[in-house]
């Protein structure tokens, strides 16, 4: 389709879709919002997100789209809805569901532009490659007007990454620099917070754990290991999954232990998510009894003295990466250091006592 150039209807009423993690939203992206509320025209901005969560870089904080929408409403409580609307979408991209509001009938005849910086022009590209795609699925043109209107703002060394750090460090100075100058720092941490102790007092509580058994311990020229196993159910009523630990190591350029988990059920996977946080902790008990019960057993220096390991935490056939970000809490807790999370892989120092 042809998409109207925006001299053409610069006159018409705007509406601004705003799409993003948000997670959390801070100071910069509350700014693009003020800036086009200002723009000559501008009916409304539309912030819209969606579920998925974004965490610290130590587990303990994670942002998810309810957070994002507290934190959007702490922000924009001086607007009315008729300026500034909040939008969580509950499945799919933010982004196709933005377009979609060109057909939606409360701005038939408005200009519709997505919200986005002059410095990141590829979103207005996709957008209204969405826009061409969805109106050869939907059999009609929209009924809103299309255009590209980029926001000039832009508050360098502010991101949420910076701002999820500063939560789970309780860091209310950095907290209040990337935040509007108009909202309390310690509102917008307590909102923050809530999640976080829960992580800290549901996750990390290392005392709750499965009863696991050493089963076999082995060692050779250049091999040593040792193998766990444990039962893991979540009530009594529920299916029981046996689950097996094997820590491995070999004496190679790079030694270090190597720590891995299955089952032989594929239900059981669902258990290593939000449903059974056992499953966590006695991984990382393990690991621990391993490391000081088992490694000093070991008759050769170059597993007896092995500080190193490595783990790969991805929860399994999701590509969830909140596992491994967990396991590096426990694990610090249980008194690892040297702690470095890559994708789904982490690596840790167990020192020997």
Do not use: C
């Amino acid at each position: 389709m042809k998409i109207k150039i925006l001299k053409e209807v610069k006159m018409t009423p705007l509406v601004v879709v705003y799409f993003g993690g948000f997670k959390p939203p801070h100071k910069g992206h509350n700014a693009v919002v003020d800036e086009y509320l200002t723009q000559k025209g501008a009916s409304k901005v539309i912030i819209m997100f969606g579920p998925s969560a974004r965490y610290s870089e130590d587990g303990t904080v994670e942002i998810d789209g309810q957070k994002a929408r507290q934190a959007w409403d702490l922000f924009t409580q001086e607007y009315s809805p008729n300026e500034v609307e909040v939008m969580s979408v509950d499945s799919g991209s933010p982004m196709t569901a933005a377009a979609e509001l060109a057909w939606d009938d409360r701005f038939a005849g408005y200009r519709i532009s997505p919200g986005y910086s002059a410095k990141e022009p590829h979103y207005g590209d996709i957008f209204m490659g969405l826009i061409s795609s969805k109106t050869g699925e939907f059999g009609r043109p929209p009924v809103a007007i299309p255009v590209l209107v980029p926001a000039e703002t832009n508050i360098p060394s502010i991101s949420a990454t910076k701002l999820r750090n500063a939560i789970a460090s309780g860091d209310v100075s950095t907290i209040d620099q990337m935040v509007p100058s108009d909202i309390n720092p310690n509102d917008y941490y307590n909102i923050m917070r809530e999640w976080r102790q829960h992580l800290l007092t549901e996750l990390f509580d290392t005392s709750d754990v499965y009863d696991f058994k050493l089963t076999a311990k082995e060692e050779e020229r250049d091999y040593a290991g040792a193998i766990y196993h444990f039962t893991a159910q979540k009530t009594p009523e529920s299916q029981p999954y046996e689950y097996k630990v094997e820590i491995r190591g070999f004496e190679d350029e790079d030694p270090m232990w190597d720590v891995d988990f299955h089952t032989d059920s594929i239900y059981a996977y669902g258990l290593t998510g939000e449903t059974d946080l056992k499953i966590y902790t006695t991984i990382a008990a393990i690991v621990r009894h391993f490391a000081f019960k088992v490694r000093p057993t070991y008759s050769d220096e170059a597993f007896s003295q092995l500080e190193q390991f490595y783990g790969s935490a991805a929860r399994e056939f999701q590509g969830d990466k909140r596992r491994v970000r967990i396991y590096a809490g426990l694990l610090r807790r249980m008194g690892a250091s040297d702690i470095d999370v890559f994708g789904s892989q982490v690596t840790w120092k167990i020192p020997v006592e």
